[in-house]
């Protein structure tokens, strides 16, 4: 009963975090908008939140490997993200509010790979695979209400006040992180030592490798869709909402998918390929649509392709990855996929331009190559579970 507890508090924590996270984005992007009226303020700050996590990522894990309450460390952490948001709040003058952003962005892993690498001390009797499949789905359920929320606050009570409630929420999770029960004993290495030794298992156990490489060129393909799916609402719907509405329907299609997959989650290896192939399919789907129907159900099979990936991912990392470097390989793998979705929003800029059409077909030609990376890396027989 007492696993039970710890991961439903884990996963309450997690969804509440990642929300604020989510919605801190378009809550800095509208901020910056509504200084100057310029999108390029906004886009800035963005990019700053956004473009330190790969910096930040490893040696934020490596210090949760090392500590004996790995809890507290990641509930500090949330609270100096969430202290870099209002201090950005508070400024909202270039270059010192990037400059803040950029360090606030060095935390950013923490509410991703920080919150997961903690999973299997709260999981229970809950097997993995399925605790996996669940701690995804937060990560759905927060970016399916994370932008919609930041709109809607934004829209009735102005863009700082959603800023506040992105902070609010981050802070808000502070009490589940300091709750998170101690690691086991693990020896004490210079820091140093300890950052060779998670890039080494990484990069050298075959499974891993794959997964985070065919992830990372899956999420630059992913990048340049979200930055498209609002051009579609204008272009062929005559309406940017109906943009919005596409993408909630990808991130419902994607909590529904992973909902049906709690019980019985199919092989995470396999996974990764089959929903890597079927977001290309997508993708091109909606490239060729020009009606609501079309547009619809490309989002739809999109979901249905971006849910199963993600649960899939933190299965093999928890598979693969061993205790002592645990933490460090979900940070820095989540640091390099938001790196790559960057890459792939701003890759969306000029081929936009171009057209629609040829951004997306871009963006399915990113699942190709995500496909190919998977094939050319290939991978050994999988190790046994370290985790049963």
């Known amino acids: 009963m007492r696993g039970r507890y710890r991961l439903a508090a884990y996963l309450t924590g997690a969804t509440v975090a990642r929300t604020g996270d989510e919605l801190s984005g378009p809550a800095l992007l509208l901020l910056g908008m509504s200084v100057d009226g310029s999108a390029a303020t906004g886009s800035a700050l963005l990019a700053g939140l956004t473009i330190s996590a790969a910096a930040g990522g490893p040696l934020l894990g490596a210090l949760l490997d090392r500590s004996p309450r790995p809890g507290r460390l990641l509930a500090w952490a ?35 790979g920080g919150w997961t690498a903690q999973l299997p001390n709260v999981r229970g009797t809950t097997p993995l695979a399925r605790a996996s499949t669940l701690d995804a789905m937060t990560f759905t359920a927060a970016s399916l209400a994370g932008p919609g929320l930041a709109g809607l606050v934004a829209a009735y009570a102005g863009a700082p006040a959603a800023v506040a409630v992105a902070i609010t929420l981050v802070a808000a999770a502070f009490p589940a992180a300091w709750s998170l029960p101690a690691a086991e004993a693990k020896p004490t290495r210079p820091i140093r030592r300890q950052l060779a030794d998670g890039f080494a298992v990484l990069f050298r156990n075959r499974a891993l490798l794959r997964a985070t490489a065919t992830s990372t060129v899956s999420f630059v393909g992913i990048g340049v869709a979200i930055v498209c799916y609002p051009l579609l609402g204008a272009q062929r719907l005559g309406n940017t909402g109906f943009g919005a509405l596409l993408l909630t329907v990808l991130a419902a299609a994607s909590l529904v998918a992973n909902a049906m997959l709690t019980r019985r989650p199919p092989p995470p290896d396999r996974t990764v390929l089959a929903s890597t192939v079927l977001l290309g399919a997508s993708f091109l789907l909606a490239a060729s649509g020009q009606d609501v129907a079309t547009l619809l159900a490309a989002a739809v099979l999109a979901g249905l392709a971006e849910g ?11 598979r693969e990855a061993p205790a002592r470097v645990r933490a460090q390989v979900f940070t820095t793998a989540a640091s390099v996929k938001i790196t790559g979705l960057a890459a792939g929003a701003a890759l969306a800029g000029p081929l936009s331009a171009l057209s629609v059409t040829a951004a997306l077909s871009a963006a399915a030609g990113c699942q190709l190559l995500a496909a190919a990376t998977y094939v050319l890396v290939g991978a050994r027989t999988p190790s046994p579970a370290r985790v049963a």
């Open 308 to 318: 199963p990936q993600l649960s899939a991912l933190f299965a093999i990392r928890h």
């Open 78 to 112: 949330l609270l100096a993200y969430a202290g870099g948001l209002g201090a950005v709040l508070a400024l909202v003058e270039l270059p010192a509010a990037i400059a803040v952003a950029v360090a606030a962005g060095l935390l950013n892993p923490a509410l991703a």
